[in-house]
């Protein structure tokens, strides 16, 4: 009996034993079950995707670059931390910076307007007188016509200081306050320049019956920085005088001395680069003649030598140059000029001089500058052909115009144009002129008024139209 009942007990422990043994086996398959495959939980669940590598972004995730940066701040002790998104889990490796791709949305930055004295294309112009009753509307119709028809982008306007200052100090302002909005609303350039010393200025004992030089450099310097200073941006080249070897021009007690006109310069070039560097400072043009006495006039090369020799090129950055064609066109040099024996003005058949050639006169500056080592250009700052065709009769002295033709006024100015281009040594071109003929009430007397571009009755001649013409083919060329 003892033996059976201990059988009972040891066969019931095993039983208990197995049973626990079983359900802590079985408890402990499925903690681990779940505990490493949580899903197998949710029987909807999908079934979880491969990480994803960087090469295997959504093609759709927006790119790093594309992302605006924000400034994140520092987690605090009670902030919550967000987790990072796809892209920061796996960010696109770097672009080096030469291939980071530019925006097209945002524009290239502007080209600076490059200042006239950097601008050194090849430019037209044209000489205008103001409207001399101050009357703005009448100064609009002038520019207008120089801006939107002919398609000019420059105007030359003559400053007399000896009608703007005749008292020291006293500036009349009102010719250039006329001309200045003007230029401004038809979008002109100006190149003014500035001539003739008043009474006040001059030297002691100087002729004052005649045009000349201030006894003080600096006074004129003063002059042309009160004119820059009250018209900032407005003015883009100055010449300082005008056909300083005749004495018409430039009486002096000195006589025609380049040195002393050099000084001149100097002071003026520094006072308007003080204010304005950008201003194109221009060399008086000297007239060409054949008159070397050394009292009345200097021929213009020897004069070209002597400024040159003075420092002159050191003192601007354009030279200036003139020449009122004769009665030969602008492609002769003065050797090579065919005899007209119709010309009733015989000057370049009879007397062969450089002074009667538009080209040799050109070329001859030129190759000067080039000789003393420099390559500043020349600015034309007058030239043009004159023409008696419509007109009564010309001044003492002109007789050449009347062997002109409107019509051969109309083909020598266009050409000299392009000749002028083609050179290569020439910056600036005014042609003599635009409106002195109605000015003038287009009185024979009056030297300017067969170069006039308007003829009488207010009738533009055929020179008008073929500048028109030449300008706006020049314009297509250059896609301008």
């Given amino acids: 009996m003892v033996t059976r009942t201990v059988y009972r007990q040891i066969r019931g422990f095993v039983i208990i034993w197995l049973s626990i043994t079983l359900i802590v086996a079985v408890s402990t398959f499925l903690a681990i079950y779940f505990t490493y495959n949580p899903d197998a939980a949710d029987p909807g669940a999908s079934i979880p995707l491969p990480l994803e590598t960087p090469n295997q972004v959504a093609a759709d995730a927006p790119l790093a670059t594309d992302i605006a940066p924000t400034a994140t701040p520092l987690p605090t002790a009670t902030a919550t931390l967000i987790p990072p998104t796809a892209t920061e889990y796996f960010p696109m490796p770097a672009l080096e910076a030469t291939e980071e791709p530019t925006p097209t949305d945002t524009p290239a930055p502007p080209t600076p307007t490059a200042l006239p004295v950097d601008n050194m294309r090849y430019q037209v112009g044209i000489q205008v007188e103001h409207a001399p009753d101050l009357v703005p509307e009448n100064q609009d119709s002038w520019f207008n016509s120089v801006s939107n028809d002919l398609g000019l982008s420059w105007v030359k306007q003559q400053v007399r200081w000896e009608t703007m200052e005749r008292e020291p100090g006293e500036i009349d302002w009102s010719a250039l306050d006329l001309v200045m909005p003007s230029a401004e609303t038809f979008d002109i350039k100006l190149m003014l320049s500035i001539v003739t010393a008043p009474d006040w200025a001059r030297e002691p004992e100087a002729n004052l019956e005649r045009h000349g030089p201030p006894a003080d450099p600096q006074v004129f310097a003063s002059f042309v920085a009160a004119i820059v200073n009250r018209y900032p941006g407005r003015i883009h080249a100055i010449e300082v005088w005008n056909e300083q070897n005749i004495d018409r021009e430039w009486t002096s007690v000195n006589g025609l001395s380049a040195g002393d006109y050099v000084a001149l310069l100097q002071e003026t070039h520094d006072a308007i680069k003080a204010i304005n560097p950008g201003i194109i400072v221009i060399s008086g043009a000297l007239s060409p003649t ?191």
């Fill in 290 to 480: 054949g008159v070397n006495d050394g009292v009345t006039a200097v021929d213009d090369f020897s004069y070209m030598d002597q400024l040159i020799d003075a420092g002159m090129l050191e003192w601007a950055d354009c030279v200036g140059a003139h020449h009122n064609g004769y009665n030969i066109g602008p492609e002769y040099r003065y050797n090579e000029i065919p005899d007209d024996p119709t010309a009733f003005f015989r000057g370049p058949f009879d007397n062969p001089h450089h002074s009667w050639s538009f080209r040799s006169t050109l070329e001859g500056y030129a190759n000067r500058i080039r000789a003393a080592g420099k390559d500043t250009k020349l600015c034309v700052t007058e030239f043009g052909w004159p023409s008696a065709e419509d007109l009564d009769g010309v001044s003492e002295g002109f007789g050449f115009a009347l062997d002109n033709t409107l019509e051969e006024q109309a083909q020598w100015i266009p050409e000299a144009m392009s000749r002028m281009e083609d050179w290569e040594f020439v910056w600036l071109a005014f042609i003599w002129n635009f409106n002195y003929g109605p000015q003038a009430g287009w009185a024979s007397d009056n030297d300017n008024v067969a170069y006039s571009l308007i003829g009488p009755d207010f009738v533009f001649r055929p020179a008008y139209d073929a500048i028109r013409e030449w300008q706006r083919q020049h314009t297509a060329s250059a896609g301008t």
